[in-house]
């Protein structure tokens, strides 16, 4: 029988490839900041689900695990806004999101500074695997090692590493459905802010 936790992290997986496409598919018909502001729309049928069906809060301070929560919520906002950015500056995105894909590797290296968690071997492979991976999406560029599309790719790898760390501290206060409803309530603020700095494009005729 396949654990639950694997079930979830294969429709995590899905789920998150066919929000990489649709982002490549939107291109230049709107900014970075609008296409981040009307994507949080979609996520008001997720928040009324968590809402209903969110458990009893784990022991621990409620309140830093809201904020905690919030926190991921708002750095996960100007990382996808850095991500799209890159999607459109990038070669295609088979290159930008696998890429993009390793923001875990700072997660991981968060927690150990944070966490004081210790890396196996294998872990310590994965780690350098990973560098060594930055290096070859971008080592065919003629920009040189450092390409705008690159510089712009490394901000969501960062704001989200973070974000994963913020939300394993969350976790440990509330539960995974609460932490999620306020990770995903910060969305919300952040698009209305972005969509009254910005008019929406007219439709072209």
């Not at 396949?2 to 929000?19: E, K, M």
């Not at 560098?131 to 003629?142: K, R, T």
Request: one cysteine or more; proline letters at 6%; charged letters at 10%.
């Amino acid at each position: 029988m396949i654990p639950r936790w694997l079930l979830w992290t294969l429709l995590a997986v899905f789920c998150w490839g066919i929000w990489a496409v649709l982002g490549k598919l939107i291109g230049d018909a709107l900014s970075p900041a609008h296409t981040q502001a009307l994507s949080t729309i979609g996520l008001i049928p997720v928040m009324l689900g968590l809402g209903v069906c969110a458990r009893p809060v784990n022991p621990g301070n409620r309140l830093r695990g809201i904020l905690l929560a919030l926190g991921a919520g708002v750095l996960s906002s100007l990382g996808n806004i850095a991500y799209y950015d890159a999607l459109n500056r990038g070669p295609n995105a088979a290159t930008v999101v696998p890429l993009t894909a390793l923001y875990p590797l700072v997660t991981v290296l968060l927690a150990v500074v944070v966490l004081r968690e210790r890396l196996n071997r294998v872990q310590t492979a994965g780690i350098i695997l990973s560098l060594v991976a930055i290096y070859l999406f971008n080592v065919q560029q003629e920009q040189g090692f450092l390409s705008t599309w690159l510089l712009v790719a490394l901000i969501p790898i960062v704001l989200w590493g973070i974000t994963g760390l913020l939300q394993k501290l969350s976790t440990n206060h509330i539960s995974g459905e609460l932490s999620t409803l306020w990770f995903l309530a910060a969305f919300v603020p952040v698009g209305a802010l972005l969509l009254a700095g910005q008019k929406l494009p007219r439709p072209s005729v």
